[in-house]
């Protein structure tokens, strides 16, 4: 037999026999809290979600450490503990292992789902630092995880992309132009040592000290200048127009704050629940190139053999659009406004229609415009009529 207490709201009448506000029950006064851990749980809350999906990992086979404990030495923290714990912490945006390790201690969905263990912040954050490959593996498992319990509908899929901020700062970037800058500001100081050297000689007011800084001076600058040469070199050989240190994969973006060091994150989500279904961590600017893949992860994710995916304008490429259609997927995205490049007094291409039947333009004018002339090297075709 189970039993449920249930706490209602006290009515309070003040001596007037008006209505109070809504009190509880004294901080100080004894309850019958339920024995069960359990019992506090929603039977739909989704951390029964979590813990059921971390029990069906294979956590050896991802990539976690300490699955099996030592026989000697202190012993660890069950990693599918610290792994359902940055789960919720996802799930509901405590990103901070401070944070989580607070959760730990005061939230009741926490303890349950971690049978009340308490890990310190920094073994989270080692947890977390120590695993990011193998998270990335549970990401996938839980894509399988919703395709086999038909969560996906497999037949529409939204993509977009956002730009994360990197670590490194803006001062990391190394662009050619950069590099031909510092060289110029070295070369610069090298030739302010050398004139102070030589004036100092002709005056014969040179002391050996002096002489010497001047010297170490000169001999760093032009250290310096060689590691500028390798990274000009390095940059040249990579084919690479600019490069950031100690973030390798990440790039100088435009986002919405302005120029940023910065990750472009795409995910690709099923319609049917808002799942997302593929992701993938790129280094492009922009979302030009992202089209045909994302669609193909999307597609290979929910396992259909069609689907439809609809992006914005950012992911509007007509080779991108012609390789969707030949692998299964329609394209829906809608294509970038055109401008006149020969002034704002002409009409853009949008105030045109085409006929592909005759290969014609009909003109605002509704004059007809038949194909001209067709030039291969530059991929390009030319409309006109004698009006």
Avoid at 5 to 10: D, E, K, M, R, T
Avoid at 172 to 181: G, W
Avoid at 253 to 267: E, L
Wanted: positive net charge; aromatic residues 8%.
């Amino acid at each position: 037999m189970k039993t449920t207490f249930v706490n209602y709201p006290i009515w309070v009448f003040d001596s007037g026999g008006r209505m109070a506000h809504v009190t509880g029950q004294s901080r100080y006064q004894t309850s019958l809290f339920p024995e069960v851990l359990d019992e506090v749980i929603a039977a739909d809350d989704p951390v029964r979600v979590i813990d059921a999906f971390v029990e069906t990992l294979d956590l050896a086979q991802l990539g976690f450490s300490k699955v099996e404990a030592e026989a000697t030495g202190r012993p660890p923290y069950a990693p599918g503990d610290l792994l359902k714990v940055y789960l919720y912490g996802y799930l509901h945006r405590v990103r901070s292992s401070r944070g989580l390790e607070a959760e730990a201690r005061r939230n009741v969905q926490v303890m349950w789902l971690i049978n009340r263990v308490t890990p310190a912040f920094k073994t989270i954050a080692d947890f977390r630092k120590d695993h990011g490959g193998a998270i990335v593996g549970v990401c996938r498992a839980f894509t399988r995880f919703c395709r086999e319990q038909s969560l996906f509908g497999a037949e529409l899929l939204a993509i977009d992309g956002t730009k994360i901020a990197a670590v490194a700062s803006r001062n990391k970037v190394i662009t050619p132009k950069r590099i031909a800058r510092m060289n110029a500001a070295i070369d610069r100081k090298v030739a302010e040592y050398l004139a102070a050297m030589d004036g100092a000689d002709r005056e014969e007011q040179r002391s050996a000290a002096p002489a010497t800084d001047l010297a170490a001076a000169v001999v760093a600058l032009q250290a310096q200048r060689l590691g500028l040469q390798r990274q000009a070199e390095e940059l040249a050989r990579k084919g690479l127009k600019q490069k950031v240190e100690g973030e390798d994969e990440a790039r100088l973006m435009r986002t919405p704050r302005g120029h940023q060091v910065a990750y472009n994150a795409q995910a690709a989500v099923d319609a049917k629940h808002k799942l997302i279904a593929a992701f993938e961590l790129t280094n492009e600017g922009n979302d030009l190139q992202q089209l045909h893949p994302m669609a193909v992860r999307g597609k290979a994710a929910v396992g259909a053999d069609e689907v439809t995916v609809v992006a914005d304008t950012g992911y509007s490429n007509g080779e991108h659009g012609e390789l969707c259609e030949r692998d299964g997927i329609t394209a829906i995205v809608r294509r970038a406004e055109t401008v006149n490049p020969c002034g704002k007094q002409y009409f853009s291409r949008d105030r045109f229609v085409y006929d592909p039947a005759s290969d014609s333009w009909r003109c605002p004018a509704s004059e007809t415009l038949s194909l001209y002339k067709t030039s291969r090297t530059q991929r390009k075709k030319e409309y006109t009529k004698p009006a």
